[in-house]
């Protein structure tokens, strides 16, 4: 089974979005404007409540998929079809924009640690017209798995050692997995061979992925291949792995609308001007 490298490092670059928070992009940025199928990875995590506190109001997207993990802390979202919803620590909730959503997330909190991620997904030029729909899913439907001694994984999407992630339908076909390593423990995971991937070092001070160091806040981009090696070093250490099938299709991308051409743009800004979303 040929096994992945890393191809590129990136680090986080922190920044702000929404109404002010605080946050680390990571895909997204002029290091690695994006990863085909993945358009945008951000890390936010702060237990001041100045760097969280306005969320982020009421906003439209069309023609991609955002995902939010919490790590801690609480986010209320709403949209304007009516959908509410509490992300608690632990859940994740997958939402296909498709032809157009006014969307807020907002915290639930005044202070204490906020913490998570937000990936954005490209959709096929095929979908990018689709109606919107959520998957909101609790801590207790994500499974947990032991793929080797010291190692613990959370699959949100994809399957490990028997287990399958709660998240499904996607057209990307996406693996994204939490995993957690204690210090020497190793594990080598299976991947598409097709896919496009990352690891991302989010807890703890370093890991070993693909045979090299990778510290904190920092991703790298996998080579082609069917699985990658993740390994603990001195102290336990969590990491983001995901995957998905590259589209392989043009990208014209305006702020919250991602499409094809430039028209599909100037269509999505009508539209959203003309309350169509």
């Known amino acids: 089974m040929s096994e992945r490298r890393i191809l590129r490092r990136i680090r986080g670059t922190d920044t702000s979005d929404g109404a002010g928070v605080k946050l680390k ?24 409540a100045d760097d969280y506190i306005a969320g982020f109001p009421e906003h439209p997207h069309r023609g991609f ?26 859940s994740v909730q997958w939402m296909t924009a498709g032809r157009g959503i006014l969307h807020s997330e907002m915290p639930q909190q005044e202070n204490g640690l906020m913490w998570g991620f937000q990936l ?45 992630g ?3 339908g996607i057209p990307t076909a996406p ?10 423990a190793q594990v080598e995971i299976p991947l598409p061979e097709g896919h496009h991937a990352f690891a991302y070092v989010f807890d703890g001070t370093e890991a070993e992925v693909a045979g090299e160091k990778l510290a904190r806040s920092e991703l790298a981009v996998l080579s082609p291949g069917a699985s990658v090696r993740i390994a603990g070093r001195a102290a336990p250490a969590r990491v983001l792995l995901v995957a998905g099938r590259p589209l392989n299709e043009q990208v014209t991308r305006y702020g919250p609308f991602v499409m094809n051409t430039p028209e599909q743009i100037h269509e999505a800004i009508a539209d959203f001007r003309a309350g169509k979303f």
Request: hydrophobic letters at 40%; aromatic letters at 6%.
């Open 25 to 48: 992009r990571v895909i997204g940025q002029p290091a690695l404007d994006m990863l085909d199928p993945f358009l945008l990875l951000d890390e936010f995590r702060s237990d001041s």
């Open 65 to 90: 998929e955002t995902v939010t993990y919490m790590l801690a802390g609480h986010m209320q979202h709403g949209d304007n079809h009516g959908n509410r919803g509490d992300l608690v620590p632990g």
């Open 120 to 164: 954005w997904v490209n959709l096929p030029a095929s979908d990018k017209m689709t109606a919107p729909r959520y998957q909101d899913i609790a801590p207790e439907r994500i499974p947990t798995v032991q793929p080797a001694d010291g190692v613990t994984v959370k699959v949100i999407a994809g399957e490990l050692a028997g287990a399958v």
């Open 166 to 168: 709660p998240v499904a």
């Open 175 to 184: 693996v994204y997995l939490d995993i957690a390593v204690e210090p020497g």
